[in-house]
């Protein structure tokens, strides 16, 4: 069992930054992959970015790509989502995600075995 925990969510301003953390507990012998995703009400969750554990491979989604980093700190099993130029678009409960079984792919929900409880990022115009 997998616990993961986010933190850094917040009200900013448009063009301002946000850093998010997601902390992984427990069972975490075996990492492939962890990623962000984000949901705002009504709409399906979607890919944000992803990051491969042994390798550090990183994958972005269209809209955050050259705005957003995402990395690692496998000492730590803990991931990150650096948000800069923050969008009001960008608005969302922003959810960590982590696989330990690998599916060949990292930017869908089903590809991930265990979900943080979500943390809320706002940006204001």
């Known amino acids: 069992q997998v616990q993961l925990v986010e933190s850094g969510g917040g009200l900013v301003q448009a063009g301002e930054s946000l850093r998010l953390s997601c902390a992984a507990s427990?069972?975490?012998?075996?990492?492939?992959?962890m990623a962000w995703f984000r949901q705002t009400p009504g709409n399906e969750r979607e890919f944000v970015a992803a990051v491969r554990w042994n390798n550090e491979l990183t994958y972005y989604s269209d809209p955050v790509e050259g705005r957003f980093t995402i990395s690692r700190d496998i000492a730590k099993d803990t991931m990150y989502l650096q948000m800069d130029n923050l969008r009001p678009s960008d608005t969302a409960v922003y959810y960590c995600?982590?696989?330990?079984?690998?599916?060949?792919?990292?930017?869908?929900?089903?590809?991930?075995?265990?979900w943080g409880q979500g943390t809320q990022v706002t940006v204001s115009s």
């Open positions: 995600a982590l696989a330990q079984t690998w599916k060949g792919v990292v930017t869908r929900p089903v590809d991930f075995d265990s």
């Open positions: 427990g069972s975490t012998l075996i990492i492939y992959a």
